[in-house]
């Protein structure tokens, strides 16, 4: 079935169809839809054996929340503690950040959807893949252990 769009020829009650207008924007809408994709700065290892992948993906994340608001003032967009179940060296390792904090690492089995130097991200109901690769980046199926510890952590302070 075709999509036809009909616009006016100038004269009162003149209509010509069109079968190009629904084409033209499918294309409009897939252009715009692939603008701001970009890649994934690099930035200096740390000693978790994450590598670079850690201020890579925080360089990211803060230009797409916009930056900081100051120094110690949470962003309104994101919650201050963030949980990752990240695929570090041999064996994956759940863990939180906040701030300038970081939780002792939790080791657990990796996703078979995880590939090295990789981490997935809670982000309220929705999990992240991240990657140096950012044509990886993407939505996930969130894995049983990275909930259990943001639900747990929320039960110890007794919120809902």
Same mark, same amino acid.
């Given at each position: 079935? #075709?999509?036809?769009?009909?616009?006016?020829?100038?004269?009162?009650?003149?209509?010509? #169809?069109?079968?190009?207008?629904? $084409?033209?924007?499918?294309?409009?809408?897939?252009?715009? !839809?692939?603008?701001?994709?970009?890649?994934?700065?690099?930035?200096?290892?740390?000693?978790?054996?994450?590598?670079?992948?850690?201020? $890579?993906?925080?360089?990211?994340?803060?230009?797409?929340?916009?930056?900081?608001?100051?120094?110690?003032?949470?962003?309104?967009?994101?919650?201050?503690?963030?949980?990752?179940?990240?695929?570090?060296?041999?064996?994956?390792?759940?863990?939180?950040?906040? $701030?300038?904090?970081?939780?002792?690492?939790?080791?657990? !089995?990796?996703?078979?959807?995880?590939?090295?130097?990789?981490?997935?991200?809670?982000?309220?109901?929705?999990?992240?893949?991240?990657?140096?690769?950012?044509?990886? *980046?993407?939505?996930?199926?969130?894995? $049983?252990?990275?909930?259990?510890?943001?639900? #747990? *952590?929320? *039960? *110890?302070?007794?919120?809902?």
């Amino acid at each position: 079935m #075709a999509v036809v769009h009909a616009r006016s020829t100038g004269e009162p009650g003149g209509v010509e #169809a069109t079968p190009f207008g629904g $084409a033209l924007c499918i294309m409009l809408l897939l252009v715009a !839809a692939s603008c701001g994709r970009g890649s994934a700065a690099k930035g200096s290892s740390g000693d978790d054996g994450l590598g670079p992948l850690d201020a $890579a993906l925080d360089e990211r994340a803060g230009a797409v929340s916009g930056g900081s608001s100051g120094p110690g003032v949470p962003s309104a967009r994101r919650p201050m503690r963030r949980y990752y179940l990240a695929y570090a060296g041999e064996h994956c390792q759940v863990f939180w950040e906040e $701030a300038e904090r970081r939780s002792e690492p939790q080791v657990v !089995a990796c996703p078979r959807e995880l590939e090295p130097g990789e981490r997935i991200r809670l982000s309220d109901r929705v999990c992240m893949r991240e990657s140096r690769d950012s044509s990886r *980046d993407q939505p996930v199926r969130c894995p $049983a252990k990275l909930i259990n510890r943001e639900k #747990a *952590d929320r *039960d *110890d302070a007794g919120l809902p």
